[in-house]
C-alpha cells in the first residue's frame, strides 16, 4: 500500500489531475468514483487506484468489474488517495483512463448524422453537462473548437457522467473548414442566435443537421456563425436574452429528438 | 475610502457572503456585478459599494442607475473590495439588496399558473440555471422545499443573472400540504420520474400545470412523487438514466412554453 504523497506514483496522478500536458504527453486521462471506473470501456482502462476504506468496503465489486481486464488495483492509504482526488469527497476509486480518437469523416458520413458543434465554450461543466445531455438526446458526434474547455479536465469528466465514453468527440482549430465540410456533406447546421428570425421549434431536424452552440457571454462568433444555413432562436419570456449554454443547447437537441421519434 | 479589511462595514459584507444566517437576519442578499446592479428593482436596492478602479472606470453609468434612488455607493480600496467579493475576478460593484417575500395564494390563483416544484434540489448553481430558464419559458412562480440550495447563496444569486429578481417563489418546509393545494386548485403537477409510462411531449401542458423536479442523485422523494397527478420521462438514447437537474427541467419548460405558444 503506498501511504507517502511523496511517493512518485501519487506525484504523477496529481499531476495528471491538475495538468492538461501531462494528461496529452501520456494520452490519458482520469477518471474518478465507482460509476466512471464501471463504465469505462474495459480495453481503455489503463490503472485503477483505490483507497484503503474503498478497497475494505467494496472489493467484491471491484474484483468483478476488473475481472478480465489484466488490470490490478493499486491500494493508496486515505490519506494519499485524498491527495491525488479532485474532489472534496473522494469516492475511493480513481483510473487512468486511455484516450480515443474519433475521425471527423465518420461524423460527416453517419446515417442521419446528428451533430453538435461548440464554439468557444469555456466552462468544464457545461461542456461535460452537454455531453451527458447529448448522448440521451441521440446525438452522432460533437465537434469542438480547440478553444472550448478541455473535456479531460476532471470536473469535465466528471459532468459527463460516464457519456465521455459513448459520444464521439473533434477538436479542431480550423472550425471555418470544418463548418464547409459539414455544409458540403449536406448537413444542416442551425445556429443557435439572437438575431434568429425562425423559433427552433418551426425548423425540421429529421434530416441530417447540426446544431451551433456559442460561447456563455459572447454568443457565436461571426466567422462560425455566418457558415449556417439558418439563424434560430429560442423565444424567451420576461428580461432573459440568452439561456445557459448547456440548457440552450439541450433544448434544441431534445426538440431535435422529439422531431425524429414520430 | 474604506482600504482596512478590519472596518466594520467590510467585515458585515465579508459576513453576509458567507453566512446564510447573518443574510436572513437582515432579510437581504448579495448582488455582484453591474449587471445585477443594474437589474436590482430600484425600491430594494439599500446599499451599493464599488471598487476605486471600478469607480474610476464606470463612474457615470454608476451614478445614472443610482439617480433618484436615494442610495449613495460607498468607496472601497480594490484589496478591500477583493476581500468581500465571492469572485475570483471582483467585478468591483456589490449591492446589499432588501428581500421580497411571495405569496403562495397569488400563485396558485393566477390565470395560466406554470409552476415549478423543486424538491431537493442542493446545487447552488442547478438552482440559479433554473430560475433563469423559468424566467425564460413564463413560468409564473416556483415552490422550493426548504432544504433545496438556498437562493440568496451568492453563486445561486449570480447563476440566476437577475430572474431571480423577477420570479416569484416559495420555500416550504411543509411540501406535501402545497402539493395538496396545487391539486384543489386544479393545477396539473406532472412529476419527472423514471418510472414515467408517459412521455414528457404527450401531455398538454396549455392548462395550468406544475412541473415536479427532484434532487440531482436521488429523484423526486416518494411522498412529493405521490401527489403528482400524471409520471413523466424525457425518452433517452445510449445508457444515460438522467440528466442534469436543470438541464430537465427546462427541457420540460420549454416543452409547455412551445405548446403555450400555440
Redesign the interface.
Known sequence: MITSTANAKVKRLAGLQKKKKLREEEAVFLAEGFRMFQ?APRERLKEVYVSESFYKKERNALESVLNGTGVRAELLSDHAYAYVSDTKTPQGVLCVVRRREYCLEDMLEAKDAFLLVLDNLQDP?NVG?IF??A????VTGIILSSDCADIYNPKTIR?T???VY??PFYYTGRMGEVLDRINKAGISAYAAHLDGKC?Y?EADYREPCAFLIGNEGNGLRDETAKRAKEFIR???????ES??A??AA??LM??A??QR?R
Chains 1, 2 share one sequence.
Open positions: 463504465e461543466g453537462t451527458r445531455a448522448e440521451g438526446a441521440g459532468s457522467m460516464g457519456s459513448r459520444v423559433a421549434d429560442i423565444p424567451m419570456h420576461g428580461r432573459v439561456l445557459n448547456a440548457v439541450s433544448i431534445f426538440e429528438a422529439r421519434r
